[in-house]
T-cell receptor, first 114, second 114 residues
């Protein structure tokens, strides 16, 4: 079955701009979570959606937002980009009910802010 | 959430068996242990999960002693393609049901040489 698909794979934006990243989860998975990964901070949890509702949010400023659609696809948006937002943004999908392993990650979107 | 401790890095050679140990002294009764693998610019990938004794799949083996305060991921006959970061996670069913509770530490950077 198809894995988690993230688009675009690479993105270059200018400071002050905004960006939208997309994630299509594994078919049947209702939970989508987002992470930011940087060399200095490692993998940091951004937020999690389950059945179109935000279930949890990490410690990120309000410039980071997301949403989930009825088909479980999710988008995350970052407004007023800063240089420090340059990172690999990862999306993971799961059934949302825990259990073994559970999380399947996409290949990520590499965002570079210049 | 039980805290884990892993070596920061390890080196080995092709064809060798590699063992990566993770310490989790505060593991709770309902916790189980999960290992993920991450290649550069990709999302983490589930490798193996276990609760006690030994678990084996087509990729790796996981050894868990009776006191469960540590676990060892064993990779048989490694190749250059096994060069990656390996993460050890500990949590219960509820932990794995919520992405916000899944914390990826620094992991172990494994380098395989020819």
């Amino acid at each position: 079955k198809a894995g988690v698909t993230q688009t675009p794979r690479y993105l270059i934006k200018t400071r002050g701009q905004q960006v939208t990243l997309s994630c299509s989860p594994i078919s049947g998975h209702r939970s989508v979570s987002w992470y930011q990964q940087t060399p200095g901070q490692g993998l940091q949890f951004l937020f999690e959606y389950f059945s179109e509702t935000q279930r949890n949010k990490g410690n990120f400023p309000g410039r980071f937002s997301g949403r989930q659609f009825s088909n479980s696809r999710s988008e995350m948006n970052v407004s007023t980009l800063e240089l420090g937002d340059s990172a690999l943004y990862l999306c993971a999908s799961s059934s949302g009910t825990g259990g073994s392993g559970g999380y399947t990650f996409g290949s990520g979107t590499r965002l570079t802010v210049v | 959430l039980a805290k884990t401790t892993q070596p920061i890095s390890m080196d080995s050679y092709e064809g060798q068996e590699v063992n990566i140990t993770c310490s989790h002294n505060n593991i709770a009764t309902n916790d189980y242990i999960t290992w993920y693998q991450q290649f550069p610019s990709q999302g983490p990938r589930f490798i193996i999960q276990g609760y006690k004794t030994k678990v084996t799949n087509e990729v790796a083996s996981l050894f868990i002693p009776a006191d469960r305060k540590s676990s060892t991921l064993s990779l048989p006959r490694v190749s250059l393609s096994d060069t990656a970061v390996y993460y050890c996670l500990v949590g219960d069913h509820l932990t794995y049901s919520s992405a916000s509770k899944i914390i990826f530490g620094s992991g172990t950077r494994l380098s395989i040489r020819p």
